[in-house]
């Protein structure tokens, strides 16, 4: 090996250990004249384009989405329906580099769940714009900002092991993101990538947007308990948080003697108005339950509001998925 092939590996080497890269790597091989080569780490395994969204290898698809507006069904290219999409989940006016890193996991939840189930089969669609059946989806609110978002981010997807992550999301994470099975009740154990971080948002989000109060009549209450057990709690008169996940949100509540899964009954009650499962308080004063807490959404995933923050202090949209998902990569599907 010369001097100058050793100078540059141990460079390399010590600028690895610098930035505290996760798997950054160096490899070599010997070469038939005794100098050693060095090898770039691999690109990473890019899964494939779901089948039934036909197109010719490293070109944008296009795909059905199903309008829920109008009750039909309409073809739109990929990247036009995720400018749509952005548009529709998040404020257009934030920073861009927060748009695209919302634009590249659109991106890949849409092609996760289209690979996973076909996307929305009963509606004989790919996507929908109905936010119980797919994402939000909104063109009326596409600016300049969100196409030049979707445009820096073109065809980049989230990859794990050759596919595509779950790519969920919420609005606020409160002050900490949640596990899967946690803050969904995701019935396959949390996925590696999913992981419990601070959330920026914290430091710049509204207070209104921040923290929230909201209460339920009793009957309400345990007619939700009812709808999601199968079994009646009778008249309530007791509500307790029975078991906490990880990151302190509320997993079970015991409404008198009765245990109900507490993300299905954030759906039931509904989920704008219980926003979250990370509570601060939850009491019966009179005929309502009176719950206080923070955050929006199920806490899994991206935080939008974090996402915003992250931006505002530099952070490129690569820099963004990589905080608030654990050792993934970005893999380019088109160009």
């Not at 590696?192 to 009793?218: C, M, N, Q």
């Amino acid at each position: 090996m010369t001097r100058q092939v050793f100078s540059l590996i141990l460079v390399l080497l010590l600028f690895c250990m610098s930035v505290g890269a996760v798997g950054c790597r160096l490899e070599t091989r010997p070469l038939q004249d005794g100098q050693d080569e060095i090898l770039e780490p691999e690109d990473p395994e890019v899964p494939q384009v779901p089948g039934d969204l036909a197109a010719p290898e490293g070109e944008e698809p296009s795909l059905r989405v199903y309008i829920a507006e109008k009750g039909s069904v309409e073809n739109m290219s990929m990247e036009d329906y995720i400018e749509g999409v952005v548009a529709a989940e998040m404020d257009p006016n934030w920073p861009v580099e927060s748009l695209a890193a919302q634009a590249i996991i659109a991106r890949t939840f849409t092609l996760q769940k289209i690979a996973e189930t076909g996307g929305v089969p009963g509606r004989n669609a790919h996507a929908s714009s109905d936010i119980e059946e797919f994402q939000a989806y909104n063109p009326e609110e596409i600016t300049a900002n969100v196409r030049s978002a979707v445009e820096e981010s073109r065809g980049l997807v989230i990859v794990r092991g050759g596919e595509f992550i779950r790519a969920w999301f919420h609005a606020y994470g409160g002050t900490q993101t949640a596990e899967a099975d946690e803050g969904l009740n995701f019935q396959g154990g949390n996925p590696e990538y999913i992981h419990i971080v601070k959330s920026p948002g914290t430091d710049i989000i509204p207070e209104e947007e921040r923290d929230w109060e909201a209460s339920f009549p009793l009957t309400r209450l345990r007619q939700a308990v009812q709808e999601i057990t199968g079994t009646d709690p009778g008249p309530v008169e007791e509500v307790a948080i029975a078991e906490k996940g990880p990151s302190g949100r509320a997993v079970l509540f015991e409404v008198n003697d009765t245990r109900v899964n507490a993300p299905e009954l954030r759906l039931e009650l509904g989920s704008t108005e219980m926003r979250s499962t990370l509570l601060s308080s939850i009491d019966i004063e009179g005929e309502q339950v009176v719950m206080e807490g923070t955050g929006f959404g199920h806490g899994v995933g991206m935080c939008q509001w974090g996402a915003r923050a992250l931006a505002e202090r530099g952070m490129d949209p690569q820099d963004i998925v990589d905080y608030f998902y654990r050792d993934v990569e970005l893999a380019k599907l088109w160009d």
